[in-house]
């Protein structure tokens, strides 16, 4: 029985074990190159269309929508935060398959897999895109966890956002399982950096989380130098056969290119991806061939710039980045238009002081704490 059907009272808890278990440390193996496949050995796509359309016939591209935008200060989905040319994330996805369907005459289907804190007002903005077939799905929802007491607290009944918990990624195979899946799991990673983004990929007996001692072990690049990207090709129908007979889901690492992930997390991956760094294409963000350094800048902006609205206007346009290497900016700083940014800057607003980067200000290599800095 499913707890939104469980008719109990609020007060009727159901017994929850504190006891957590953790992954044992000294049963971790690490990944190495020879787990993973190169992503530049992979077959490049055919030069012929009608092979490009065969292989297109048999995707659908499969999305999780379950985030909201919170962390920049937004109300709704974090797929409607505004990326580029006052498109969105949303717009983004849908443009390139859009893009895809018109140029090889194929249907590519889109699936989204929301929250109940996603799924209402996402149906409302799918209403207006063409050209493509978008299903989506609601991931279940979990009881709500009362910690002080060691007790999950039955839902109601509520089916929405406020009537459990989200269930998380791992919910995707079970909410798919009539869906007819594919023969093959592949998962791609790329080099881990210090953003920590990511799980880092490990073999382990289990998937308990990482205990407390070894989590700054767990952070450093020079171990574990690959995560996953959470990018996965699968086959629908192994991965049915695999869930209805509770087996492992094992998975084929290919290795890619930093480059391959471009994720959309705070407002510092927003000046990135707005920037001269990156052009915009039939949905695709591509990057600036004009740059020399294969990594991208490495970005840090104060809590002045954390919400969408305030990043939004304190830049008067979005300075080029061609040569930055890392930027860092505390305070109330404030950026005016066509500003070059070049090698390592930082910038720090004393408290109480407005700093205003004039127009046109070309600065490399810069510790700016005022004025006379620049």
Request: charged content about 25%.
């Amino acid at each position: 029985m499913r707890y939104s059907e469980m008719l109990v009272p609020v007060h009727d808890f159901i017994p929850l074990s504190v006891e957590a278990e953790h992954v044992e440390w000294s049963k971790v193996q690490f990944q190495t190159k020879e787990n993973l496949v190169p992503y530049d050995i992979m077959l490049p796509v055919p030069e012929d269309s009608v092979q490009v359309r065969d292989l297109l016939d048999k995707l659908a591209v499969l999305k999780l929508n379950e985030g909201l935008g919170t962390t920049m200060g937004c109300t709704g989905p974090r797929c409607v935060v505004i990326v580029r040319n006052g498109l969105t994330i949303l717009d983004l996805i849908v443009n390139e398959i859009q893009t895809l369907n018109a140029k090889y005459k194929c249907d590519v289907p889109l699936l989204l897999m929301n929250s109940a804190n996603t799924h209402e007002e996402t149906q409302e903005i799918l209403k207006g895109y063409k050209g493509v077939e978008i299903l989506a799905h609601v991931l279940n929802q979990f009881p709500h966890s009362v910690v002080e007491v060691a007790m999950r607290l039955p839902c109601d009944g509520d089916s929405g956002k406020d009537g459990g918990c989200p269930s998380g990624h791992s919910d995707v195979f079970s909410v798919l399982m009539n869906s007819g899946i594919l023969d093959e799991l592949l998962s791609k990673v790329i080099p881990k950096t210090a953003d920590v983004e990511g799980g880092a990929l490990i073999s382990h007996e289990g998937n308990d989380p990482v205990p407390d001692d070894p989590v700054n072990e767990f952070k450093l690049i020079e171990i574990f130098k690959n995560f996953c990207t959470s990018n996965l090709w699968i086959n629908l129908n192994a991965i049915k056969r695999l869930v209805q007979e509770d087996a492992p889901i094992n998975a084929i690492w290919s290795f890619v290119p930093r480059s391959r992930l471009l994720p959309v997390e705070a407002s510092s991956d927003l000046l990135l991806v707005q920037s001269d760094l990156y052009t915009l294409s039939d949905g695709l963000l591509t990057r600036n061939s004009a740059r020399e350094n294969p990594a991208n800048p490495a970005i840090e902006l104060g809590p002045e710039f954390k919400k969408f609205a305030d990043f939004s206007r304190r830049f008067d346009s979005i300075p080029s980045i061609l040569e930055l290497d890392s930027l860092k900016v505390d305070g109330d700083v404030w950026f005016g238009s066509g500003v070059t940014l070049k090698g390592n800057i930082t910038i720090n607003a004393k408290s109480g002081v407005k700093m205003e980067i004039p127009d046109g200000a070309v600065l490399q290599d810069k510790n700016i704490n005022g004025p006379e800095d620049m």
